[in-house]
Structure formats: structure tokens, C-alpha cells
């Protein structure tokens, strides 16, 4: 209790320390979920140093020691609390703006805790206290009474306690300018918290959840008729509409230690008050967990002072500064190193067209390292949290010099955090070349899409010569073979693969963009009139004559013979078999591109994966990173494409095994360009799923088409906007699971 008490008091004396939470070390789910919910810039340890290893280990450089909280101001030499930032510049704020004006006494007051008796530790944990605070030069109760006309009432637990509702206690004021964004969950926005005011576990876990931004009223269940004014408060101000449909209530919270027959007791008496319709709640919240299909207990909100848009432009991987906001209470004698500290958080967009660099982070260690070392240099501290990049500040910085991240290199640090070291293969090297040269994945490369273009490549990829005709033929055919039939009105038919296109698609528009983006090179064949030898050239090769490049003779073109324009195939499309199979990845890549939607998405071409020691080797044919668009949480995608040849058990055992090296477990992707999965490939993909592997299962269907409304029309819904929803229906309509 002493130990928290202290906290209690260092929240009193700080900004924003309404919103701090207090964790214990156990039980030890508990302690991980308070860190992951609240994401803390700066750990005090109260604990004589009892925290376990892993702890140190993940926080080494946020945790600060008692001793740590006390120092010299620079500029005056007076001892002074400089953890973040202290009340005094914030009551000068409060007292310039408002107070200056105002009558000789306010509603601000201190509730004294020294008379309380038994109920000292109540008073504290619910109005706030500086009885515990660490000794310095700066007497925090007289400077609070004096810059906001302060009184100081004393606790009497027996008389109605309506007057200290009325009151603006300590714990409040450090709320000061502080804005709540997000924080719903399960748990009502208000509370009414049912506990025992002697129970040391009912007083903290009242802290945290008040600390997550909730309005909340301590209902101590031995003087429970004397809160009749704070229930009702809350009651009151918990009844408004969510929606036009749904309307908020509060909830009764039941605390750990009390009875349920306790609780029931104080739940009829609230009843009795008319104060509307309640709902009870006799389980405790738990703080960061996550749970598929559950929105989750409680979350907490964000805080934040003030905010800007800040444009920043990239240009020859160099970006230029944005400037940083500063507390706006912290004026010229406050502004000295040391004496204060706050964050800065950044969250970035853009950049959409140019993947070779990310602006959205998954928050993981080793991704945390390559920003810290390449992204923001020259800042004191920087970490990822939940909404974004975080930096630590001690003295206020006009601009920030930013140097984008390479996206290979966010892929890089995913991999090496579970022990695999990247190389690139050569398909992946193909298929990186192949987007460039097109101009960008979602835009540039849906020609990719359609079966007969594909057909086409794979066959001018392999030395054949085709005419225009001939093209034609091949992607407008509905002649079925065994794996289906290129040309099909109803994926096709919409889709636009050319700026200016009019109408529905046809034949036209799909070649005027493949010479326009040069995938085929028109020429012709020519015979020479002195060897006899034939062989095909390329239009830059001749004007009116061409040399022969077997006799090197100089002749003139024979115009004037029925010779039909022929094509090849273009520089990387020459590879054989469509550059490695590199097509396959990258129509299936489009795919996730445009399912990703409000998120950033960016990709990696096929890389070879190998253990640290050597002992494992992995090749996948790409990786996609989905990061959400307001915050650092994260999907990895590890995919493998293939054009008409089957899956194999040893492929699909090796995706499973990479998968079960991660924490965040990857979504497994497997595409074909068939229009449908074999019945062993279904059988190698259910047994996936059965192991409990996140899996999605693309076929043509899925792949071709540019919206998969009318592919979904009879899956569970039609909507598939995310990877979750996609690997529903995927598994719904390919593998007949449920």
C-alpha cells in the first residue's frame, strides 16, 4: 500500500497522471495487460527492484529508479520532480488564462487524507494526494492551493459526500487540456464501481480503469447510501445515444473482494434511485488481451494535447522536416533540458505509388531498431507504439529530420526477429523488375489479370512468335481446355486496363497496352536474298533495308509482300516460363492489394529464408505486410503462386512449419491460376486449416476478377474486406469448409 500510495501522489503532481496507470507485478497476466493496454513511454519501478528479468529486458530503457525522479533544476539548482511534466507550469498555464480574473476562492480543492482514518488510502486513490511524494525543493500543496484559490476540505466518511462531488480535486486538474480519442469496449464509458474502500486490490484496479479514460464513481459498499449524488451522476451522464438505434448506459462494476451478496445489496439500492436502466457486471476486465470475433473489455483511451498536419515531401529517398508541437504551458523557465519530458507521436501516410519505402510500422522489436537507427536519427529516443512512432523529448525541437525506411528492410527485421535470414531469389528479383516496369502494382498490372494475356506471355516467354491475330485468338477464346477457358465476359467484361478506356473491355484496349507497356515488340520475319536464311527483327532494326545478321548484307525490305505484323516478347518477358512464374505472383499479389483497403499495404518479392544456423531452408514466391491505417497492429501475408501444376505436401508442411515461427501468425496464401483446387491440393489446404493455420485460398475465380461481389454472392456475405474475410469465403467456396 505504501508503495502505491507513492504512486498515487506522483500521479498527483504530474500532467496527464489521471490517465497513468498502476500495475503490479502479479499475477503476471495481469502486469502484461496493463503494459500492453496503456503502451507506457516511462516505467517507475516502486517495487525495491523486484521485477522479473523479461521485464528489465523489454523496458530497459523506460524504466526509471526512485533516485530518478528527483534532480537539480539547470537553472536554478532547487531540487525539483522531473518526471514528465510537473503541475507547475501547468497551474502557471491555468493561473495566466483563467484564475487571474476569477474570485478569491473556485470548486478546486484538496481533500486531506491525514484525518481520514481507515479511509485515508480512499481519499488518496479517489481525489488525489501529495502526501507521498518523493522530498524536493517545491512544496506542491501550497503552490496548488495558491494558483487555483484552492481550499483544502477535510474528509468525513459519515456525512453525505455530495460536497466533495462538487469539488475539483487534485487527480482532475492533471486532466488539464487533455483530449480522450477511442477507448470503447465492452465496459460502459461510465462506471459505478462497487468495492471495498479498505481493499488494496479494489482501490488500484478502481484507478485503472478511471485511467483508461472512463468516467467512474467509487461506490464503497459499507457506506454506500452516503454516494447517492455520485451515482446518480453518473448514471445520469452514462444515459446518451450511441447511434440512433443503441443508447449507452452505465455499468455497475463489481470490485474483486466483495461478495456477491454485497454487490446484489448495493445493485437493488441503485435500482431503488430511479437512475435508469444498469447493467451488472460481476467479472473483471481484462486489460490487453485480444480474442478473435470479441471487441474486447476494456480499451483505453488515447490522450493527446494538441495536434498538426505536417507535409512532408520525399524525393531522391530524402524527406523534408516537419516541425513538432511543444506543451503549450511550458514557457521560457520551463524550457531548460532535463527539467520536463513528453512525447511526440507521429503517424505518416502516403507514399502509396512508391513501394520501396514504408511509412507505417508493425510494432515488433527488431522493426523498432531499423526505425530507430534509420528513420529518426536524430531524436533523443524513439520507440513504436500503439498509433504510431514515438519520440521522447526533454526540450522543445522546432523540426524533425525524417529519412524514410526501406521497405526490404522492415521485411528483413520480421524475419530475423524469428530467426531467418533473407537472400532473394531470382523469380523474386524478375518479379520486382517486372512491377517497375509496368509502373505499380495496383494500377499498372492488372493485364496480369486476365487469363488469355497470361497465356500469351507463357507462350512468348517459351521463343514463339505471335501475330495480332493470333493474340486474338488466345485471349478472347471460349474454347474450354482442362483448366477452363481464357476469355470470360463476367470476370472480364468491367475491368479497365487502360487510362481512357470507354465501355466494356475488349481486344483493343488489352493490346494497345501491351506495346504500350512493351510487353510484346512488333517486327517481322525477313528473308535474305543472299543466305536464304529467315529469322524474325524488330522494327528498330530496319528502315526501307536491314542487314542480315548471318551474311551481314545490306538489302532492302520487301514491303510489298503479304507479311503480317509479328511479335515477341519484351525484355523480362522473354524469361522463360512468364520470368520463373513471376505472373502467378504478382496477379495474386493485386489481389491482396485491393483487398487491403484503410490500411498501408506493402509487398516483397520471392526471397529464399534460411535459419541463422543453416539447418532450414524456406523459398515463398512473396510476402505482403498490412499495417492498420490508425494504428501499429499488423498482418504478415507469406504466400506461394502457382500457374496450373498442384501444391505439394512438402511445400504445404514447410509453409506451416514458417508460420509456427511467429508470434503474430502470418496468413497463409495459396493461389492458383486454375479455376479450381485439386481434390489433393483441398485435402493438403484442409489439413492446414484443421492445424490451425490462417489460410486463404485463391483460385482464378478470385484472382481474376477486379471486385469479388458477384464471386461472394452466395458465400455467408459478399464483402471481403479483409484478409480475415477473405480467408472465410476463400475456404467457404474452394474447400467446402463452414
Given at each position: 500500500?505504501?508503495?502505491t500510495?507513492?504512486?498515487?501522489?506522483?500521479?498527483?503532481?504530474?500532467w496527464?497522471?489521471i490517465?497513468n496507470?498502476?500495475?503490479p507485478?502479479?499475477?503476471k497476466?495481469e502486469?502484461?495487460?496493463?503494459?500492453?493496454?496503456?503502451?507506457?513511454?516511462?516505467?517507475v519501478?516502486l517495487t525495491?527492484?523486484r521485477q522479473?528479468?523479461e521485464?528489465?529486458?523489454?523496458?530497459?530503457?523506460r524504466i526509471l529508479?526512485?533516485?530518478?525522479l528527483?534532480s537539480a533544476q539547470?537553472?536554478?539548482?532547487?531540487?525539483?520532480l522531473?518526471l514528465?511534466?510537473?503541475i507547475l507550469?501547468?497551474l502557471?498555464?491555468?493561473?495566466d488564462e483563467e484564475?487571474?480574473?476569477?474570485s478569491?476562492?473556485s470548486?478546486v480543492?484538496?481533500?486531506s487524507p491525514?484525518?481520514?482514518?481507515?479511509?485515508?488510502?480512499f481519499v488518496?486513490?479517489?481525489?488525489?494526494?501529495f502526501a507521498h511524494?518523493?522530498q524536493?525543493d517545491?512544496?506542491f500543496?501550497?503552490?496548488?492551493?495558491?494558483?487555483?484559490?484552492?481550499?483544502?476540505?477535510v474528509?468525513?466518511?459519515?456525512?453525505?459526500?455530495k460536497?466533495?462531488?462538487?469539488i475539483i480535486p487534485?487527480i482532475?486538474?492533471t486532466?488539464?487540456d487533455?483530449?480522450l480519442?477511442g477507448?470503447?469496449?465492452?465496459?460502459?464509458s461510465?462506471?459505478?464501481?462497487?468495492?471495498?474502500?479498505?481493499n488494496?486490490?479494489?482501490?488500484?484496479?478502481f484507478w485503472n480503469?478511471?485511467?483508461?479514460?472512463?468516467t467512474?464513481a467509487?461506490?464503497p459498499v459499507?457506506?454506500y447510501?452516503?454516494?447517492?449524488?455520485?451515482t446518480?451522476?453518473?448514471a445520469?451522464?452514462?444515459h446518451?445515444?450511441?447511434?440512433?438505434?443503441i443508447?449507452n448506459?452505465a455499468?455497475?462494476?463489481k470490485?474483486?473482494?466483495?461478495?456477491e451478496?454485497q454487490f446484489?445489496?448495493?445493485?437493488?439500492?441503485?435500482t431503488g434511485?430511479?437512475?435508469?436502466a444498469?447493467?451488472?457486471?460481476?467479472?473483471?476486465?481484462r486489460?490487453g488481451?485480444s480474442?478473435?470475433w470479441?471487441?474486447?473489455?476494456?480499451?483505453?483511451?488515447?490522450t493527446?494535447a494538441?495536434?498538426g498536419e505536417?507535409?512532408s515531401?520525399?524525393e531522391d529517398s530524402?524527406m523534408?522536416?516537419?516541425k513538432?508541437i511543444?506543451?503549450?504551458?511550458?514557457?521560457d523557465?520551463?524550457?531548460?533540458r532535463?527539467?520536463?519530458?513528453?512525447?511526440?507521436?507521429?503517424?505518416?501516410r502516403?507514399?502509396w505509388?512508391n513501394?520501396?519505402?514504408?511509412?507505417?510500422?508493425?510494432r515488433?522489436?527488431e522493426?523498432?531498431?531499423?526505425?530507430s537507427r534509420?528513420?529518426?536519427?536524430?531524436?533523443?529516443?524513439?520507440?513504436?507504439?500503439?498509433?504510431g512512432?514515438v519520440i521522447?523529448l526533454?526540450?522543445?525541437?522546432?523540426?524533425?529530420?525524417?529519412?524514410p525506411v526501406?521497405t526490404?528492410d522492415v521485411?528483413?527485421a520480421?524475419?530475423?526477429q524469428v530467426?531467418?535470414?533473407?537472400?532473394p531469389?531470382?523469380p523474386?528479383?524478375?518479379?520486382?523488375?517486372?512491377?517497375?516496369?509496368?509502373?505499380s502494382?495496383?494500377?499498372?498490372?492488372?493485364?496480369f489479370?486476365?487469363r488469355g494475356v497470361?497465356?500469351v506471355?507463357n507462350r512468348?516467354?517459351?521463343?514463339?512468335?505471335?501475330?495480332?491475330?493470333?493474340?486474338?485468338?488466345?485471349?478472347m477464346?471460349t474454347?474450354?481446355?482442362?483448366?477452363?477457358?481464357?476469355?470470360?465476359p463476367?470476370?472480364y467484361?468491367?475491368?479497365?486496363v487502360?487510362t481512357?478506356?470507354?465501355?466494356?473491355?475488349e481486344f483493343?484496349p488489352?493490346?494497345?497496352e501491351?506495346l504500350?507497356k512493351?510487353?510484346?515488340?512488333?517486327?517481322?520475319?525477313l528473308t535474305?536474298?543472299?543466305?536464304f536464311a529467315?529469322?524474325?527483327y524488330?522494327v528498330?532494326?530496319?528502315?526501307e533495308?536491314?542487314v542480315c545478321r548471318?551474311?551481314?548484307s545490306?538489302?532492302?525490305?520487301?514491303?510489298?509482300?503479304?507479311?503480317e505484323?509479328?511479335f515477341?516478347?519484351?525484355g523480362l518477358?522473354?524469361?522463360e516460363?512468364s520470368?520463373?512464374g513471376?505472373?502467378a505472383?504478382?496477379?495474386?499479389l493485386?489481389r491482396?492489394e485491393e483487398?487491403?483497403g484503410?490500411?498501408?499495404g506493402?509487398?516483397?518479392?520471392?526471397v529464399?529464408?534460411?535459419?541463422?544456423?543453416?539447418?532450414r531452408?524456406?523459398?515463398?514466391?512473396?510476402a505482403y505486410?498490412?499495417?492498420?491505417?490508425?494504428?501499429t497492429?499488423?498482418?504478415l501475408?507469406?504466400g506461394?503462386?502457382?500457374?496450373?501444376?498442384d501444391?505439394t505436401?512438402e511445400e504445404?508442411?514447410?509453409m506451416?512449419?514458417l508460420?509456427?515461427?511467429?508470434?503474430?501468425?502470418?496468413?497463409?496464401?495459396?493461389?492458383?491460376?486454375?479455376?479450381?483446387?485439386?481434390?489433393?491440393e483441398?485435402?493438403?489446404?484442409?489439413?492446414?486449416v484443421d492445424?490451425?493455420c490462417?489460410v486463404?485460398a485463391?483460385t482464378?475465380l478470385?484472382?481474376?476478377?477486379y471486385y469479388?461481389?458477384?464471386?461472394?454472392e452466395?458465400?455467408?456475405?459478399?464483402?471481403a474486406?479483409?484478409l480475415?474475410?477473405?480467408?472465410q469465403?476463400?475456404?467457404?467456396l474452394n474447400?467446402?469448409?463452414?
Amino acid at each position: 500500500m505504501d508503495a502505491t500510495l507513492r504512486a498515487v501522489s506522483l500521479n498527483s503532481s504530474i500532467w496527464g497522471g489521471i490517465y497513468n496507470p498502476i500495475v503490479p507485478l502479479i499475477p503476471k497476466n495481469e502486469c502484461t495487460g496493463l503494459l500492453t493496454a496503456f503502451d507506457p513511454d516511462v516505467l517507475v519501478d516502486l517495487t525495491g527492484g523486484r521485477q522479473d528479468r523479461e521485464l528489465q529486458e523489454k523496458y530497459e530503457h523506460r524504466i526509471l529508479q526512485p533516485d530518478d525522479l528527483v534532480s537539480a533544476q539547470s537553472r536554478t539548482g532547487k531540487k525539483n520532480l522531473t518526471l514528465g511534466i510537473n503541475i507547475l507550469p501547468l497551474l502557471q498555464h491555468i493561473y495566466d488564462e483563467e484564475n487571474i480574473f476569477l474570485s478569491p476562492t473556485s470548486r478546486v480543492a484538496i481533500v486531506s487524507p491525514d484525518e481520514a482514518g481507515v479511509w485515508s488510502p480512499f481519499v488518496s486513490f479517489v481525489y488525489g494526494s501529495f502526501a507521498h511524494l518523493p522530498q524536493a525543493d517545491v512544496d506542491f500543496p501550497k503552490a496548488f492551493l495558491k494558483a487555483l484559490r484552492a481550499q483544502t476540505l477535510v474528509f468525513d466518511p459519515t456525512a453525505d459526500l455530495k460536497k466533495y462531488e462538487e469539488i475539483i480535486p487534485p487527480i482532475q486538474v492533471t486532466g488539464y487540456d487533455l483530449q480522450l480519442l477511442g477507448g470503447s469496449a465492452s465496459l460502459s464509458s461510465h462506471i459505478i464501481y462497487c468495492g471495498d474502500h479498505l481493499n488494496w486490490l479494489d482501490l488500484v484496479e478502481f484507478w485503472n480503469i478511471r485511467a483508461t479514460g472512463r468516467t467512474v464513481a467509487f461506490v464503497p459498499v459499507h457506506n454506500y447510501q452516503s454516494c447517492e449524488h455520485a451515482t446518480r451522476r453518473v448514471a445520469t451522464a452514462g444515459h446518451y445515444p450511441i447511434n440512433p438505434q443503441i443508447e449507452n448506459d452505465a455499468d455497475l462494476q463489481k470490485a474483486p473482494s466483495i461478495s456477491e451478496q454485497q454487490f446484489t445489496e448495493v445493485c437493488d439500492w441503485i435500482t431503488g434511485l430511479g437512475a435508469g436502466a444498469l447493467s451488472r457486471r460481476t467479472w473483471r476486465p481484462r486489460f490487453g488481451i485480444s480474442v478473435e470475433w470479441y471487441v474486447g473489455d476494456i480499451h483505453v483511451a488515447d490522450t493527446e494535447a494538441e495536434t498538426g498536419e505536417e507535409m512532408s515531401i520525399l524525393e531522391d529517398s530524402r524527406m523534408t522536416p516537419v516541425k513538432l508541437i511543444a506543451p503549450a504551458m511550458l514557457g521560457d523557465q520551463f524550457v531548460h533540458r532535463g527539467d520536463s519530458q513528453w512525447s511526440v507521436e507521429i503517424q505518416m501516410r502516403g507514399g502509396w505509388q512508391n513501394d520501396d519505402f514504408i511509412f507505417s510500422f508493425p510494432r515488433e522489436p527488431e522493426v523498432e531498431k531499423v526505425v530507430s537507427r534509420s528513420f529518426l536519427g536524430s531524436s533523443r529516443e524513439c520507440r513504436l507504439g500503439r498509433n504510431g512512432v514515438v519520440i521522447s523529448l526533454d526540450h522543445p525541437k522546432s523540426h524533425l529530420y525524417l529519412s524514410p525506411v526501406r521497405t526490404k528492410d522492415v521485411f528483413g527485421a520480421l524475419f530475423k526477429q524469428v530467426g531467418l535470414e533473407t537472400e532473394p531469389s531470382l523469380p523474386g528479383k524478375y518479379m520486382e523488375q517486372i512491377i517497375r516496369k509496368m509502373g505499380s502494382l495496383q494500377f499498372d498490372c492488372r493485364l496480369f489479370k486476365l487469363r488469355g494475356v497470361r497465356d500469351v506471355i507463357n507462350r512468348l516467354s517459351n521463343g514463339s512468335v505471335l501475330t495480332k491475330g493470333n493474340m486474338y485468338d488466345i485471349v478472347m477464346s471460349t474454347v474450354p481446355d482442362k483448366y477452363g477457358q481464357n476469355w470470360r465476359p463476367e470476370l472480364y467484361e468491367h475491368m479497365v486496363v487502360r487510362t481512357g478506356q470507354k465501355g466494356k473491355l475488349e481486344f483493343g484496349p488489352i493490346f494497345d497496352e501491351l506495346l504500350a507497356k512493351r510487353v510484346v515488340r512488333p517486327g517481322l520475319t525477313l528473308t535474305c536474298q543472299n543466305c536464304f536464311a529467315s529469322d524474325w527483327y524488330h522494327v528498330s532494326e530496319f528502315t526501307e533495308e536491314y542487314v542480315c545478321r548471318f551474311c551481314f548484307s545490306s538489302q532492302r525490305v520487301n514491303f510489298g509482300s503479304k507479311h503480317e505484323w509479328q511479335f515477341r516478347a519484351d525484355g523480362l518477358f522473354q524469361i522463360e516460363n512468364s520470368a520463373l512464374g513471376s505472373i502467378a505472383g504478382i496477379a495474386a499479389l493485386w489481389r491482396l492489394e485491393e483487398v487491403q483497403g484503410m490500411s498501408d499495404g506493402r509487398y516483397l518479392p520471392s526471397v529464399n529464408l534460411r535459419e541463422s544456423d543453416g539447418a532450414r531452408e524456406y523459398e515463398i514466391d512473396y510476402a505482403y505486410l498490412i499495417v492498420n491505417t490508425f494504428t501499429t497492429a499488423y498482418n504478415l501475408v507469406l504466400g506461394q503462386a502457382k500457374n496450373f501444376i498442384d501444391f505439394t505436401e512438402e511445400e504445404t508442411k514447410k509453409m506451416a512449419e514458417l508460420a509456427q515461427k511467429f508470434a503474430n501468425e502470418p496468413y497463409l496464401v495459396f493461389s492458383t491460376l486454375k479455376d479450381a483446387f485439386s481434390d489433393s491440393e483441398k485435402a493438403l489446404l484442409k489439413a492446414l486449416v484443421d492445424g490451425g493455420c490462417k489460410v486463404v485460398a485463391l483460385t482464378r475465380l478470385e484472382i481474376d476478377p477486379y471486385y469479388l461481389y458477384d464471386r461472394f454472392e452466395h458465400a455467408p456475405n459478399r464483402y471481403a474486406n479483409s484478409l480475415e474475410d477473405l480467408s472465410q469465403k476463400t475456404l467457404y467456396l474452394n474447400l467446402d469448409l463452414h
